[in-house]
Nanobody, 120 residues
Framework: QVQLVESGGGLVQAGGSLRLSCVAS????????VGWFRQAPGKERERVIA????????DYTDSVKGRFTISRDNAKNTVYLEMNNLKPEDTAIYFC?????????????WGQGTQVTVSS
């Protein structure tokens, strides 16, 4: 059973940056795709960015292109989300997830989430 724990969320002013981390335990995540999702109050959860295990293909949602970057350190079983030029509309709970199939899901393992709040 894979367990995921996110960290790094917090309160930041618009234009600022944050780096989220997601550590996987219970199984090596080398062969898993990794993804970051977010859910704002009153909205459905959306996939923000995902990176394939093989080949490193990365898929972004349009609203974060040029601002968010995903990276992974397989040796540390950790995936990162670097968020720059944050906007108030980026405020949400951010979740990491893993799967072995498509970057478009379904996603099999989820973390508990970390809150990101961007003030204007």
């Amino acid at each position: 059973q894979v367990q995921l724990v996110e960290s790094g969320g917090g309160l930041v002013q618009a234009g600022g940056s944050l780096r989220l981390s997601c550590v996987a335990s219970g199984h090596s995540f080398t062969l898993y795709n990794v993804g970051w999702f977010r859910q704002a109050p009153g909205k459905e959860r959306e996939r923000v960015i995902a990176k394939a295990a093989i080949g490193g293909v990365t898929d972004y949602t349009d609203s974060v292109k040029g601002r968010f970057t995903i990276s992974r350190d397989n040796a540390k079983n950790t995936v990162y989300l670097e968020m720059n030029n944050l906007k108030p509309e980026d405020t949400a709970i951010y979740f990491c997830a893993l799967n072995r199939g498509s970057l478009f899901g379904p996603w099999n393992y989820w973390g508990q989430g970390t809150q990101v709040t961007v003030s204007s």
